[in-house]
Protein backbone atom coordinates (compact mmCIF):
# COMPACT_ATOMS: atom_id res chain seq x y z
CA UNK A 1 0.00 0.00 0.00
CA UNK A 2 1.45 3.50 -0.80
CA UNK A 3 0.07 6.77 -0.27
CA UNK A 4 1.08 9.86 -1.97
CA UNK A 5 0.85 13.35 -1.11
CA UNK A 6 0.37 16.32 -2.98
CA UNK A 7 -0.06 20.25 -2.43
CA UNK A 8 2.78 21.61 0.03
CA UNK A 9 4.89 24.21 -0.13
CA UNK A 10 5.56 27.86 0.72
CA UNK A 11 2.55 30.28 1.74
CA UNK A 12 2.52 33.42 3.26
CA UNK A 13 0.63 34.10 6.78
CA UNK A 14 -3.03 34.72 6.24
CA UNK A 15 -2.69 31.94 3.25
CA UNK A 16 -4.13 28.92 2.36
CA UNK A 17 -3.06 25.42 0.84
CA UNK A 18 -4.98 22.30 -0.03
CA UNK A 19 -3.61 18.73 0.00
CA UNK A 20 -4.18 15.85 -1.30
CA UNK A 21 -3.17 12.10 -0.27
CA UNK A 22 -3.73 9.02 -2.58
CA UNK A 23 -4.00 5.28 -1.24
CA UNK A 24 -2.87 2.36 -4.22
CA UNK A 25 -1.99 -0.71 -3.85
CA UNK A 26 -4.14 -4.01 -2.45
CA UNK A 27 -6.80 -2.50 -0.80
CA UNK A 28 -9.43 -3.86 0.33
CA UNK A 29 -11.36 -1.06 2.38
CA UNK A 30 -10.06 1.79 4.07
CA UNK A 31 -11.54 2.70 7.42
CA UNK A 32 -9.98 6.21 8.69
CA UNK A 33 -8.17 8.32 6.76
CA UNK A 34 -6.03 11.18 8.28
CA UNK A 35 -3.37 13.63 8.20
CA UNK A 36 -0.61 14.11 11.51
CA UNK A 37 1.76 16.89 11.19
CA UNK A 38 5.62 17.30 12.83
CA UNK A 39 6.87 19.92 13.14
CA UNK A 40 10.71 20.82 14.14
CA UNK A 41 11.83 19.75 17.37
CA UNK A 42 8.26 18.37 18.65
CA UNK A 43 6.45 15.00 18.20
CA UNK A 44 4.24 13.63 15.81
CA UNK A 45 0.59 15.53 16.53
CA UNK A 46 -3.09 14.97 15.24
CA UNK A 47 -4.24 17.48 12.65
CA UNK A 48 -7.38 15.68 11.55
CA UNK A 49 -9.39 11.92 10.40
CA UNK A 50 -12.04 11.16 9.14
CA UNK A 51 -13.80 7.76 8.66
CA UNK A 52 -15.53 6.08 5.49
CA UNK A 53 -18.75 7.76 6.67
CA UNK A 54 -17.77 10.92 7.09
CA UNK A 55 -17.21 12.01 10.41
CA UNK A 56 -14.55 14.18 11.70
CA UNK A 57 -11.81 14.60 13.74
CA UNK A 58 -9.78 17.44 14.09
CA UNK A 59 -7.20 18.80 16.61
CA UNK A 60 -8.74 21.26 19.08
CA UNK A 61 -6.64 24.36 17.86
CA UNK A 62 -7.08 23.99 14.05
CA UNK A 63 -10.98 23.18 14.48
CA UNK A 64 -12.60 26.01 12.35
CA UNK A 65 -9.03 26.88 10.24
CA UNK A 66 -8.50 23.25 8.45
CA UNK A 67 -11.36 21.20 6.98
CA UNK A 68 -10.74 17.04 6.43
CA UNK A 69 -12.74 15.84 3.54
CA UNK A 70 -12.39 12.41 1.42
CA UNK A 71 -13.67 10.96 -1.35
CA UNK A 72 -13.99 6.93 -0.67
CA UNK A 73 -14.04 6.19 -4.33
CA UNK A 74 -10.72 7.39 -5.37
CA UNK A 75 -8.83 6.64 -1.91
CA UNK A 76 -7.90 10.25 -1.33
CA UNK A 77 -8.27 12.43 1.32
CA UNK A 78 -8.11 15.87 1.32
CA UNK A 79 -6.63 19.07 3.42
CA UNK A 80 -8.01 22.14 3.15
CA UNK A 81 -6.06 24.59 4.79
CA UNK A 82 -6.75 28.41 5.52
CA UNK A 83 -5.55 31.52 7.29
CA UNK A 84 -2.38 29.74 7.85
CA UNK A 85 0.16 31.23 10.87
CA UNK A 86 3.79 30.91 10.96
CA UNK A 87 3.26 27.79 13.77
CA UNK A 88 1.65 25.59 11.25
CA UNK A 89 5.04 25.43 9.42
CA UNK A 90 5.53 21.25 9.60
CA UNK A 91 5.98 18.35 7.15
CA UNK A 92 2.24 17.19 6.61
CA UNK A 93 1.89 13.02 6.82
CA UNK A 94 -1.05 11.30 5.37
CA UNK A 95 -2.21 8.19 7.16
CA UNK A 96 -4.81 5.61 6.58
CA UNK A 97 -5.95 2.63 8.33
CA UNK A 98 -6.32 -0.42 5.50
CA UNK A 99 -7.61 -3.88 5.39
CA UNK A 100 -5.57 -5.59 2.69
CA UNK A 101 -7.33 -8.94 3.45
CA UNK A 102 -9.96 -10.06 5.66
CA UNK A 103 -7.80 -12.11 8.03
CA UNK A 104 -6.50 -9.12 10.00
CA UNK A 105 -6.13 -5.62 10.18
CA UNK A 106 -6.44 -2.85 9.47
CA UNK A 107 -3.06 -1.54 9.08
CA UNK A 108 -1.83 1.79 9.87
CA UNK A 109 -0.16 3.02 6.26
CA UNK A 110 1.92 6.44 6.37
CA UNK A 111 2.94 8.86 3.59
CA UNK A 112 6.50 10.09 3.01
CA UNK A 113 5.47 13.62 4.33
CA UNK A 114 5.45 17.24 2.80
CA UNK A 115 6.65 20.27 3.74
CA UNK A 116 4.32 23.15 4.60
CA UNK A 117 6.51 26.67 4.98
CA UNK A 118 4.39 29.81 6.20
CA UNK A 119 6.48 32.63 5.59
CA UNK A 120 6.32 36.02 4.59
Known amino acids: VQLVESGGGLVQPGGSLRFSCVASGSILSITEMGWYRQAPGKQRELVAT???????DYANSLKGQFTISRDNAKNTVYLQMNSLKPEDTAVYYC???????????????WGQGTQVTVSS
Open 50 to 56: ITTGGRT
Open 95 to 109: NARVFTSWASGPYRY
